[in-house]
Structures are given as structure tokens and as C-alpha cells.
């Protein structure tokens, strides 16, 4: 006699659970949240940029006029002693913090969760706007050729000389003072993270309580 031959399994072998949070859509997903954050960190760029226009405005209003006067041969400050060279360093620097500190709360009221891409377009964005503003108040102040407007307006007659950033250190004054008011309005309002105590409880098994013990019987 001959054993029966043991059947074989033909079912089909199926591949191992990769578990969760591997499948074919998590690398898309990921691609999307990336692409996601730096459109908005390129439109905060952008839009903060744009707000330059604004710092150099301001700039040309209210910064201190420096008063030139010229002989016929030469051109002389008419004031010596007069500080309005620093002042307009001073007053940029004034301008474009308190232009950060406006669209630093723009930004958070607008984009409450934050990230990465929104905290660099804000900084990168503070630092074109002073730049722009820069030169826009520059093309719009007094002529540029201090030589030329002298000879215009004649000798013994006060003229403005242009506006002139000596201080480029004042450049970065819009996107440090956006960074100090981002982070405390993120500090303070912004939304938060659970603690790793809820976590670690929610991640508890919760097991059912045990069965009450068998009531004793009397012999």
C-alpha cells in the first residue's frame, strides 16, 4: 500500500502588510504638503514685497532733509553740526520695523499654523522690501548729482541733498523685527501641540476590569 500523497497548497501567496502609512499615496502626499508650503512662503515673499513700495514712501516723507549750499567752486553742508544724515538712517530703520511688526501680524492672522515656508517668505520678504523701498525713496528724493542741482539752483541758494541709506545694516531691521513678532504670536496664540503625557495615555490599552471572584460555598 501506498500513503496518500499530502495535497499541496495552491493558494496564492499573498505579499506582507507593509502596515500602515506606507502605501502608494504617502510619498504623493508628502510631495503636495512640500509643494504646498513654498507656494505660501513664495506668496508672503511676494505680497511683503510688494509692501515696499509703502517703507520707501514713508521714507521720502518723513526722513530729515540735509541742507546743501554751494559756493560756485564747491558744495558745503550748510549745518556742520546738524545730525540729519543720521537721522534719516534712523528713520528707515524706524519705518521698516514698524512695517514688520504690520505684516508680521498679517501673516500670522492669515496663516495661523505657521511653518517653515511662511517664516522664510516672511524674512526673505522683509529684506526685498527694504530694499526696494530704499531705492524707490533714493530715485524719488532730491537729484542724485549733487554738482548738477548746485549749478541749477546757483550759488548761496539751499538745496536738499538726496536721500542716502549710509547704514545697510538698517536693511535687515524689517525682517528681525517680523521674526521677534511672529514667534510671540505664534508663542501665544498659536495652535498647540499635545503633550506627550495625553499621548502616551491615549496610546494606554484599556483593559476590561476583571471578572469578581466566585462566591465561596460552604461545605
Not at 9 to 15: E, F, G, R
Given at each position: 500500500m501506498t500513503a496518500p500523497l499530502t495535497p499541496h497548497?495552491?493558494?496564492?501567496?499573498?505579499?506582507p502588510d507593509p502596515g500602515?502609512?506606507?502605501?502608494?499615496?504617502?510619498?504623493?502626499?508628502?510631495?503636495?504638503?512640500?509643494?504646498?508650503?513654498?507656494?505660501r512662503g513664495a506668496l508672503v515673499a511676494l505680497?511683503?514685497?510688494v509692501?515696499?513700495?509703502?517703507l520707501g514712501l514713508l521714507w521720502l516723507w518723513l526722513s530729515p532733509r540735509v541742507p546743501l549750499v554751494s559756493d560756485g567752486k564747491a558744495v558745503y553742508l550748510k549745518d556742520t553740526e546738524g545730525e540729519e544724515?543720521?537721522?534719516?538712517?534712523?528713520?528707515?530703520?524706524?519705518?521698516?520695523?514698524?512695517?514688520g511688526v504690520l505684516t508680521a501680524a498679517a501673516v500670522f492672522w492669515r496663516y495661523r499654523r505657521g511653518g517653515v515656508g511662511v517664516v522664510l517668505g516672511l524674512a526673505a520678504g522683509g529684506i526685498l522690501a527694504s530694499v526696494v523701498g530704499w531705492r524707490l525713496g533714493v530715485w524719488l528724493g532730491p537729484d542724485t548729482d549733487i554738482?548738477?542741482?548746485?549749478?541749477?539752483?546757483?550759488?548761496?541758494?539751499?538745496?536738499?541733498?538726496p536721500l542716502e541709506l549710509r547704514a545697510k545694516s538698517a536693511l535687515v531691521a524689517w525682517s528681525v523685527a517680523a521674526m521677534i513678532v511672529h514667534?510671540?504670536?505664534t508663542s501665544a496664540f498659536?495652535?498647540?501641540?499635545?503633550?506627550?503625557?495625553?499621548?502616551?495615555?491615549s496610546q494606554t490599552p484599556q483593559w476590561p476590569p476583571p471578572p469578581p471572584p466566585p462566591p465561596a460555598q460552604d461545605e
Open positions: 497548497d495552491h493558494s496564492p501567496h499573498l505579499p500602515p502609512g506606507s502605501g502608494p499615496g504617502k510619498g504623493g502626499d508628502r510631495r503636495k504638503a512640500v509643494l504646498s508650503e513654498v507656494g505680497l511683503v514685497t509692501c515696499g513700495i509703502a544724515a543720521i537721522g534719516g538712517d534712523g528713520a528707515f530703520a524706524l519705518i521698516a520695523a514698524g512695517l554738482v548738477a542741482h548746485a549749478t541749477a539752483v546757483g550759488p548761496k541758494v539751499v538745496f536738499d541733498a514667534l510671540a504670536l498659536g495652535p498647540r501641540e499635545p503633550h506627550d503625557t495625553d499621548f502616551a495615555d
